[in-house]
């Protein structure tokens, strides 16, 4: 089962800022579930293209992902969300907990298994070097 106090147990790499658009949320005034995970990929993409990594060079594939709601985010709330990472046998764990800026509390947690294959559909093992570096350069921070 998915416990989102661990991801506590990884240092964040990179924070991405934003606020809820009016277009994020649905007629209950709220942010409608699947924006969640777009958000957290936003978050993924943009620490992925500051370490360097050239992500039009591979295709990411998510395995397996789990994400646990806990707190209501409306039109125009600030929210951050931090990213941590867990290398995995094959491909890295993101971790993303978005927490309402205002409150400081934890409004989604999600943990996305991903695996990056090249465009020929092979699978970039976790010691190719560019990603391990992304990595391990995040974990220094």
Request: contains cysteine; glycine residues 4%.
């Amino acid at each position: 089962m998915f416990d989102p106090a661990a991801n506590a147990a990884h240092p964040i790499v990179y924070v991405h800022r934003d606020k809820v658009r009016e277009t994020e949320v649905d007629m209950h005034r709220g942010v409608a579930s699947y924006w969640y995970l777009a958000m957290a990929q936003t978050c993924r993409h943009e620490y992925l293209r500051a370490a360097g990594l050239d992500i039009d060079a591979y295709i990411p594939v998510v395995i397996e992902a789990h994400a646990k709601y806990h707190r209501f985010l409306g039109p125009n709330d600030l929210y951050h969300i931090e990213l941590r990472i867990r290398p995995e046998r094959l491909g890295y764990t993101f971790l993303s907990d978005i927490i309402n800026s205002h409150t400081g509390k934890l409004s989604h947690a999600s943990a996305l298994l991903i695996m990056f294959f090249r465009p020929d559909r092979t699978i970039v093992r976790r010691a190719i070097p560019e990603v391990g570096r992304i990595v391990a350069a995040g974990l220094d921070n």
